[in-house]
């Protein structure tokens, strides 16, 4: 994972990095009750990708407090550890597609990829957040736009009307990836 910036094509920030993105064109959308399904399976899965990113914070300078507070990290370490196998046990027996340089958005998803599908294709897609929890985000999008480069074609979609608690947690995991990003920055400058 890498930088979060802000997009003049899109609203607000967003994130790029490498994750496992998977995708496929589709006929037609599904109908209404299946797009809600969907929507809810992948609010699920985001708020279980913010719980897993929870740590034990800090507590101050009292000694009682303090030593709850290492208690605390060395659990969240070890139940870290512990779902971090799980996943990659789980990743193994299911077919994990390969990492690609993506860029997410509220309002869209970007990639390079070797081929571009036709224009104006509608595509199911699946993204891979966190393989401690190998549970993709399933979006369906339009593509935007195809983009010839060096590396073959950058494709840029557009997800199908993403509900406001979708958007809402979307925005939050970006967000999150923001947090990371500049905490591992401090931390290598240090």
């Known amino acids: 994972m890498t930088a979060i910036a802000s997009d003049s094509s899109t609203s607000g920030l967003i994130f790029a990095g490498r994750l496992p993105l998977a995708w496929r064109e ?9 797009l809600r399904e969907v929507e809810r399976a992948n609010l699920i899965i ?13 507590f101050g ?3 009682i407090t303090l030593a709850n507070a290492t208690e605390l990290k060395r659990l969240d370490f070890k139940v870290g550890l512990l779902l971090e ?6 990743a193994r027996q299911q077919a994990i597609p390969p990492e ?12 390079q990829a070797d081929s571009a599908p036709p224009a104006g294709s509608l595509l199911r897609l699946e993204l891979y957040c966190n393989l ?16 010839s480069n060096a590396y073959g074609w950058e494709i840029r979609t557009r997800f199908h009307d993403p509900g406001e608690p979708l958007q809402g ?3 939050r995991y970006i967000f999150l990836q923001h947090r990371h990003t500049v905490a591992n920055s401090r931390r290598s400058a240090r």
Request: a negative charge.
């Open 100 to 111: 690609r340089s993506v860029i997410l958005a509220v309002n869209g998803l970007s990639w």
């Open 169 to 171: 947690a979307l925005e």
């Open 132 to 147: 401690s929890y190998p549970r993709p985000l399933v979006l369906h999008a339009r593509l935007a736009e195809a983009v």
């Open 85 to 90: 196998l799980v996943g990659q046990l789980y």
């Open 46 to 58: 985001l708020h279980t990708l913010f719980a897993l990113d929870m740590h034990a914070g800090d």
């Open 61 to 63: 300078d009292d000694p």
């Open 26 to 34: 589709l006929p037609n959308l599904p109908d209404a009750a299946e």
